[in-house]
């Protein structure tokens, strides 16, 4: 076993882990942060993205000894993010979810595209969007939505 | 879908970090961002005894320009490049190549190093850093070492690495003012690895360099069409006969699909280094 400290959505917690044990497992297993979806495990499906030190990442790849003395941002992390406050109004408005599996790591990843497309075309979105996947909504209106807060956002 | 159990250890120099690949067994892996050794852990393609994390290495963090050109550090991300986090003396062309590996997700913690150190004979950095001439830059117990890109990789997923050795970095040289380049990948699904794949460079003077991903078990250098991609007196009849004339040297047994992919993304790689 090895000690690790993580800040994890501002908490400082030391959790006593197996090398082996990805950061995904840590957080949902562990931690009892059930917006970690484990869809695929190998990087593939994007369910799992979160924040490590502020970079955008799949906690399925992540070994949580890799991230000792670094901080993590789960979905249940941003509550007052005002990208991801309005981004979660147009993903309701928009009906950008049926089973909802895929939507933590869609939100993740929508604030990223946000922050560093300002104002995205759909075709920008859809692109950046390709390593996620949803096997429900047929994507149309998760990008409608994330065009939608990008609008509202404007430049900021 | 979990890794079988292994030890762990990060050192904190390339000595240490060498010394105990040197004292372990064979199946002890390097592991820098874990983009690629990851999956394979979890799906136990891999079942390392020990992983050796040199993520905390800072010699493998140092990147900038030297006399020769640019030093690019071995733990340099794909979305550091992306993002012009490095002084760009290539006219663009690793920003280029840099944004269209995998996702942004990947590319934030995918590393320059491990790119090059896994061997994938479709990933886009062999090719990219072969066509530039770069070398890479080695450590080990015993010192250092250099060797050209195009010589690392010595095919599938297998390098000229000893047990002992990790990658420091690439020494790319600095191109005179005329550098020109085309860059042309055909991927099935964005982000994916390449079907195809080739870099066009020219330094200059006409000389040309061009390499291909995705055809053979390594990325490759096609010389004949190098001998041609630079002059402008060469027409499409003569560079096609020149790519057909490489692609039958490194990839007889190609089929007629293959053929016409990877003539495809040649082509379309030296007509945009002709047009710059």
Sequence with gaps: MSSVTLSVNGAKLICDIEPRESLAD???????????????????CGACTVLVDGKMTRSCLRLAVMCDGQSVQTLEGFPDDRIMQVLRRHFHQCHALQCGFCTPGMLVTARDILLRLPRPEAQAVRHALSGQICRCTGYANIITAIVAAGRELGGA | MKPAPFDY???????????LLAQAGASAAVIAGGQSLIPMLNLRMAQPDLLVDVGGLEELKATGETTQGLHIGALTTHSDIEDGKLPDLFGGLMQRVASGI?????????????????????????VCLMALGAEVRIASCSGQRSEPVGDFARGQYTTSLAKDEIILGFDLKRPDATLRWGSCKVVRKSGAFASSMAIAVERGGGAAAVALA???????????????A?????????????????????????????RRLHASTVMRAVREMRSR
């Design chain 2, 230 to 258: 630079g002059s402008a007196a060469s027409s499409d009849d003569v560079l096609r006969a020149a790519i057909a004339q490489d692609l039958a040297a490194l990839v007889p047994e190609a089929d007629g699909y293959s």
């Design chain 2, 214 to 228: 995705g055809a053979a078990s390594r990325a490759c250098l096609l010389p004949s069409v190098a001998k041609h």
């Design chain 1, 26 to 44: 840590v957080l949902r297993e562990r931690l009892r942060l059930t917006a970690i979806h484990l869809g695929c495990e190998q990087g593939a």
């Design chain 2, 9 to 19: 250890a990060r050192p904190k120099t390339v000595a240490e970090a060498t010394a």
């Design chain 2, 102 to 126: 995998s996702y942004r997700a990947i590319r934030n913690y995918g590393t320059i190093g491990g790119s090059v150190a896994l061997a994938d004979p479709a990933a886009d950095w062999p």
